[in-house]
């Protein structure tokens, strides 16, 4: 009498889309509805953008430290700038608003120990984001 085959165990079963939306809707900073809204309600979308999102971005949290440490203020602006593009299209709210506070800071030439603040700032919401989307789309 042949067996049945084993199910699969549960972390090699897709995820379902309704709740990979509940996980993302529990990632703090991010605004899944904006996110979702701009993918016209396609949650398979939202995930791979979100993917992508982490791909691209991961490193930046390293690279704004570096250019923090070094005094570059070019490499702060232009990180900052990009990232306040990118995270506003996932709905990354709390990120965008440190990008666009860093980025505006350092072009309008802020004291040092505010570039500091908001850059340190900048560091750990992406750092929450990247984790928090990371365990959401696993």
């Known amino acids: 009498q042949a067996?049945?085959?084993?199910?699969?165990?549960?972390?090699?079963?897709?995820v379902d889309p309704a709740e990979r939306l509940c996980r993302l809707g529990a990632t703090p900073g991010?605004?899944?509805?904006r996110?979702?809204?701009?993918?016209?309600?396609?949650?398979?979308?939202?995930?791979?953008?979100?993917?992508?999102?982490?791909?691209s971005h991961a490193g930046d949290t390293?690279?704004?430290?570096?250019?923090?440490?070094?005094?570059?203020?070019?490499?702060?602006k232009t990180?900052?700038?990009t990232l306040k593009g990118s995270a506003g299209a996932i709905g990354a709210v709390r990120v965008t608003e440190a990008a666009t506070a860093l980025n505006?800071?350092?072009?309008?030439?802020a004291a040092a120990e505010e570039i500091d603040r908001l850059c340190k700032a900048l560091i750990g919401e992406l750092d929450s984001l990247i984790d928090g989307i990371?365990?959401?789309i696993a």
């Open 3 to 14: 067996q049945e085959p084993a199910a699969p165990p549960a972390a090699a079963l897709p």
């Open 35 to 55: 996110g979702l809204e701009a993918m016209g309600g396609n949650v398979a979308t939202y995930a791979r953008l979100l993917a992508l999102f982490v791909d």
């Open 134 to 136: 990371r365990k959401a």
């Open 79 to 81: 990180l900052a700038h």
């Open 30 to 33: 991010l605004d899944c509805q």
């Open 62 to 76: 390293a690279s704004l430290a570096a250019g923090l440490a070094a005094r570059e203020l070019d490499t702060l």
């Open 104 to 109: 505006a800071a350092v072009r309008l030439g």
